[in-house]
Nanobody, 123 residues
C-alpha cells in the first residue's frame, strides 16, 4: 500500500521561505517520478515541480528560480524548498507519485496522492 504524507505548510509573509516534505511509504520509491502540485480556491490543480528517478527536474514558469524540488531516496522523501514566497503561491500543496519513472506534467499521470498541506502567504 502506497501512502504519501506531506508536512511543512503554514502561514508566512511574502518574501519568506518554507520547505515542504513528503514522506513516502511503499515499494520502489527511487524508481518513480514524484511531483508537487498545488490547488488554489476556484482554480485547477497545477504542477509546481517534478523530479524523475535520475534527479532531473521541471518547474512551472511561475516558480522557476524560487522553488527547488529534491529527493532523498534513502529516506523515501521528496522536498519542495520554496523561497521568496508570494501571495499568489497560496494554495493547498499536494505530493504525488508518478505512474512511471519519467517526468509528467499532467495530474492524470500521477496515481497516488497525499492529503495536502496548506500554504498561506500574506502580504
Amino acid at each position: 500500500q502506497v501512502q504519501l504524507v506531506e508536512s511543512g505548510g503554514g502561514l508566512v509573509q511574502a518574501g519568506d521561505s518554507l520547505r515542504l516534505s513528503c514522506a513516502y511509504s511503499g515499494r520502489s520509491f527511487s524508481t518513480y517520478a514524484m511531483g508537487w502540485f498545488r490547488q488554489a480556491p476556484g482554480k485547477e490543480r497545477e504542477l509546481v515541480a517534478a523530479i524523475d528517478w535520475s534527479g532531473a527536474t521541471t518547474y512551472a514558469d511561475s516558480v522557476k528560480g524560487r522553488f527547488t524540488i529534491s529527493r532523498e531516496n534513502a529516506k523515501n522523501t521528496v522536498y519542495l524548498q520554496m523561497n521568496s514566497l508570494k501571495r499568489e503561491d497560496t494554495a493547498v500543496y499536494y505530493c504525488a507519485r508518478g505512474v512511471v519513472s519519467t517526468i509528467a506534467t499532467s495530474p492524470n499521470a500521477y496515481t497516488y496522492w497525499g492529503q495536502g498541506t496548506q500554504v498561506t502567504v500574506s502580504s
